[in-house]
T-cell receptor, first 115, second 109 residues
Framework: DTGVSQNPRHKITKRGQNVTFRCDPISEHNRLYWYRQTLGQGPEFLTYFQNEAQLEKSRLLSDRFSAERPKGSFSTLEIQRTEQGDSAMYLC?????????????FGPGTRLTVT | GQQLNQSPQSMFIQEGEDVSMNCTSSSIFNTWLWYKQEPGEGPVLLIALYKAGELTSNGRLTAQFGITRKDSFLNISASIPSDVGIYFCAGPNTGKLIFGQGTTLQVKP
């Protein structure tokens, strides 16, 4: 399967702990996106990369959130000092600029529960 | 900012019925995308529309890009139980996607 993969699929953590999620995009895709989704809502944009460069960050992405894509392949999203309001599904997507940049393909998501 | 409004919010239909849902925006989009999401999974791209007035099919699914560029429609013909899920419309805004709030579809066998 050469789709977008995310790890872990589920994470339960205590308030105040740090967590890190990983996303592996479709191999030839140069854009990688992070979204957050809460129950009953559509995904909300957090940030995206083109190759290694982080091109845009949403105001939803507080200082406790940081994302990296060091070699232009996989990406990590870290949340420091988690809060209960961080509980959500974190989705990663990828696309290929130059072919169909708006067609974003999503991974299965990481479900975060902060207790 | 841009917002997408989907209607209806939810539908409960009998297997074999046809389904229609729509998505409207206060501003113009140059692309419309339709996704389906099942519980615990990420959204799956169903159809992408790139031209005003375009009608595109994917099996039993048909989507249309509204002439005004401010709306799109998704139809599902002869629904089956595996059509159950949440259907989202989305439009691009400087690279990122803006999503509607979804239409939840339930199909009774």
């Amino acid at each position: 399967d050469t789709g977008v993969s995310q790890n872990p699929r589920h994470k339960i953590t205590k308030r105040g702990q740090n967590v890190t999620f990983r996303c592996d995009p479709i191999s030839e895709h140069n854009r990688l996106y992070w979204y957050r989704q809460t129950l009953g809502q559509g995904p909300e944009f957090l940030t995206y990369f083109q190759n290694e460069a982080q091109l845009e960050k949403s105001r939803l992405l507080s200082d406790r959130f940081s994302a990296e894509r060091p070699k232009g392949s996989f990406s990590t999203l870290e949340i420091q000092r988690t809060e209960q309001g961080d509980s959500a599904m974190y989705l990663c997507a990828s696309s290929l600029v130059g072919l169909a940049p708006d067609e974003q393909y999503f991974g299965p998501g990481t479900r975060l529960t902060v207790t | 900012g841009q917002q997408l409004n989907q209607s209806p919010q939810s539908m409960f239909i009998q297997e074999g019925e046809d389904v229609s849902m729509n998505c409207t925006s206060s501003s113009i989009f140059n692309t419309w995308l339709w996704y389906k999401q099942e519980p615990g999974e990420g959204p799956v791209l169903l159809i992408a529309l790139y031209k005003a007035g375009e009608l595109t099919s994917n099996g039993r699914l048909t989507a249309q890009f509204g002439i005004t560029r401010k709306d799109s429609f998704l139809n599902i013909s002869a629904s089956i139980p595996s059509d159950v899920g949440i259907y989202f419309c989305a439009g691009p805004n400087t690279g990122k996607l803006i999503f509607g709030q979804g239409t939840t579809l339930q199909v009774k066998p």
